[in-house]
């Protein structure tokens, strides 16, 4: 990330009524039950909270996230738009965060990330890649398994967000949110789907199985906050263990795995998934093991 941001983006705190303000915010109440409301919506926080990227997802517990908005530009981007959706979001700190059944309301990553995130493999092989360098989710509930995301992104040519533009963003979300609830109403059940979603049931499988031939419940666990970012120092709260303890287990989990970095550990991971069996309780790791033989004795 470069020490001297190329753009400056200025705090919106105390929200002035300007003109692109009041224009989007009419807009936004135009657009109530319409094909362009989540555009609308993202205007109105982009007016608040300026920002360089953004879009809208649906979270479900069941299934993976639904993509309904993007807007970036492909130069700054290494990974396609939609690799999201394939398995990383499952170590997503804001997507954990709404399994956690969070309420509704603005939540800044530097706030619910875990305390190695910005130097873990997640973050390095996959988020910093898509050109962002900070963000802020806003969240707005819909039920216990449901809700709406909007995240809102600045790249690595500007300046980060700060504690003004997150309270500049609070005091606009009961619109917000009178909006989205009103707009719900007219388009009742578009959210919804009973799609059998054979990702997110791989994805899952992923998460509750992975090396679990391999490695003994307590180093899955440690693995587990590995892949999300957690040091072992935290992780160590996390479990009621030592320090030297999870660093012992870390290096179990390396020797086991026969991986010589956390790099290796989540490309491993990702690679997995395409290969877990969700209506069995196997190690989708054995699997990709043996396609990887099968490729090199040919």
Same mark, same amino acid.
Not at 76 to 96: F, H, K, M, N
Not at 195 to 212: I, M
Not at 251 to 264: F, V
């Given at each position: 990330?470069?020490?001297?941001?190329? =753009?400056?983006?200025?705090?919106?705190?105390?929200?002035?009524?300007?003109?692109?303000?009041?224009?989007?915010?009419?807009?936004?109440?135009?657009?109530?039950?319409?094909?362009?409301?989540?555009?609308? #919506?993202?205007?109105?926080?982009?007016?608040?909270?300026?920002?360089?990227?953004?879009?809208?997802?649906?979270?479900?517990?069941?299934?993976?996230?639904?993509?309904?908005?993007?807007?970036?530009?492909?130069?700054?981007?290494?990974?396609?738009?939609?690799?999201?959706?394939?398995?990383?979001?499952?170590?997503?700190?804001?997507?954990?965060?709404?399994? /956690?059944?969070?309420?509704?309301?603005?939540?800044? +990553?530097?706030?619910?990330?875990?305390?190695?995130?910005?130097?873990?493999?997640?973050?390095?092989?996959?988020?910093?890649?898509?050109?962002?360098?900070?963000?802020?989710? #806003?969240?707005?509930?819909?039920?216990?398994?449901?809700?709406?995301?909007?995240?809102?992104?600045?790249?690595?040519?500007?300046?980060?967000?700060?504690?003004?533009?997150?309270?500049? !963003?609070? !005091?606009? +979300?009961?619109?917000?949110?009178?909006?989205l609830a009103k707009h719900q109403q007219m388009t009742a059940g578009f959210l919804q789907?009973?799609?059998?979603? /054979?990702?997110?049931?791989?994805?899952?499988?992923?998460?509750?199985?992975?090396? @679990? @031939?391999?490695?003994?419940?307590?180093?899955?666990?440690?693995?587990?906050?590995?892949?999300?970012?957690?040091?072992?120092? +935290?992780?160590?709260?996390?479990?009621?263990?030592?320090?030297?303890?999870? =660093?012992?287990?870390? =290096?179990?989990?390396?020797? =086991?795995?026969?991986?010589?970095?956390?790099?290796?550990?989540?490309?491993?991971?990702?690679?997995?998934?395409?290969?877990?069996?969700p209506d069995e309780q196997s190690d989708p790791l054995q699997f990709y093991q043996q396609?990887?033989?099968?490729?090199?004795?040919?």
């Amino acid at each position: 990330m470069p020490l001297t941001p190329t =753009k400056h983006h200025e705090s919106r705190l105390g929200v002035m009524l300007d003109q692109a303000l009041s224009t989007a915010l009419a807009q936004l109440w135009s657009a109530v039950g319409g094909a362009e409301f989540m555009s609308a #919506v993202l205007d109105v926080l982009h007016a608040v909270c300026p920002i360089d990227s953004g879009g809208t997802l649906v979270y479900y517990r069941n299934r993976r996230p639904l993509s309904l908005l993007h807007r970036f530009n492909p130069s700054e981007r290494q990974v396609p738009a939609d690799i999201y959706s394939t398995g990383p979001y499952a170590l997503d700190p804001q997507y954990r965060l709404f399994l /956690k059944g969070c309420a509704s309301g603005a939540y800044w +990553l530097r706030d619910v990330a875990p305390d190695d995130f910005y130097s873990s493999e997640y973050f390095l092989t996959f988020y910093s890649k898509t050109g962002v360098a900070d963000s802020i989710d #806003v969240i707005w509930r819909i039920d216990d398994d449901t809700a709406i995301n909007f995240f809102l992104q600045r790249n690595v040519h500007s300046n980060e967000f700060t504690a003004a533009d997150l309270a500049a !963003l609070q !005091l606009v +979300l009961p619109i917000v949110y009178a909006a989205l609830a009103k707009h719900q109403q007219m388009t009742a059940g578009f959210l919804q789907s009973t799609v059998d979603d /054979k990702t997110h049931l791989q994805v899952e499988c992923t998460l509750n199985n992975f090396a @679990s @031939s391999l490695l003994t419940p307590r180093e899955r666990d440690v693995l587990l906050y590995m892949l999300r970012g957690y040091s072992s120092v +935290l992780t160590a709260q996390k479990l009621n263990t030592s320090d030297g303890t999870v =660093k012992i287990h870390r =290096k179990n989990i390396y020797r =086991k795995l026969d991986i010589g970095s956390q790099a290796e550990l989540f490309s491993l991971f990702i690679n997995c998934i395409p290969f877990a069996k969700p209506d069995e309780q196997s190690d989708p790791l054995q699997f990709y093991q043996q396609s990887q033989v099968s490729v090199l004795s040919r």
